[in-house]
T-cell receptor
Framework: GDSVTQMEGPVTLSEEAFLTINCTYT??????LFWYVQYPGEGLQLLLK?????DKGSNKGFEATYRKETTSFHLEKGSVQVSDSAVYFC???????????????FGSGTQLTVLP | NAGVTQTPKFQVLKTGQSMTLQCAQD?????MSWYRQDPGMGLRLIHY???????DQGEVPNGYNVSRSTTEDFPLRLLSAAPSQTSVYFC??????????????FGPGTRLLVL
């Protein structure tokens, strides 16, 4: 079945440091890939997404490129801020199979703490 | 727009008690789902619905019931609470159940503690 493997946390960085959170996946067909972010005490919200190979999703200074050859979708940001402290989830959505609706498969999440 | 709303925010139950977690959305979304979030395990799908009157099981359905009588509401029922159901529960919705790139919108969550 589908699966997402995400970099273990927690990750602690100083403000303005470079961030990479690794994400690799296993899926049938050509999934869409997502990064969701969960700020303290809130629900998940979409950060960025990519729907086909070599697509780059970007938002709020974060970027991730859909790499089919390495089945990866690593999240990067050049200069993190304290306000980026949150839990980040990598997820995939596979093409619809007969009789079932599309579902999101999540990684385990990576806690990021950015110190001033 | 309220988006996806969930009530209550926090609940404490005793083992064996039943309760209903409420979820509503005002975006006319066809697809709604319930997840539970446990430390180190990400989110796992409990049940989902592709429209009013249609529900199906996800990855971890045991101990939970759902129904979908309207497009807007998708309540999750715990029949006889167990400590293993202590978790944070998220409801999510999206417009179409069949589109790979469709964004799901999440509610703020319900934190449940079963003693």
């Amino acid at each position: 079945g589908d699966s997402v493997t995400q970099m273990e946390g927690p990750v602690t960085l100083s403000e303005e440091a470079f961030l990479t959170i690794n994400c690799t996946y296993t899926a049938t067909g050509y999934p869409s890939l997502f990064w969701y972010v969960q700020y303290p005490g809130e629900g998940l919200q979409l950060l960025l997404k990519a729907t086909k190979a070599d697509d780059k999703g970007s938002n709020k200074g974060f970027e991730a490129t859909y790499r089919k050859e390495t089945t990866s979708f690593h999240l990067e940001k050049g200069s993190v801020q304290v306000s980026d402290s949150a839990v980040y989830f990598c997820a995939l959505s596979s093409p619809r199979t007969s009789g079932s609706a599309r579902q999101l498969t999540f990684g385990s999440g990576t806690q990021l703490t950015v110190l001033p | 727009n309220a988006g996806v709303t969930q009530t209550p925010k926090f609940q404490v139950l005793k083992t064996g008690q039943s309760m209903t977690l409420q979820c509503a959305q005002d975006m006319n979304h066809e697809y709604m789902s319930w997840y539970r979030q446990d430390p180190g395990m990400g989110l796992r799908l409990i049940h989902y619905s592709v429209g009013a009157g249609i529900t199906d099981q996800g990855e971890v359905p045991n101990g939970y019931n759902v129904s979908r009588s309207t497009t807007e509401d998708f309540p999750l029922r715990l029949l006889s609470a167990a400590p293993s159901q202590t978790s944070v529960y998220f409801c999510a919705s999206s417009y179409s159940p069949g589109v790979a790139q469709e964004t799901q919108y999440f509610g703020p969550g319900t934190r449940l503690l079963v003693l």
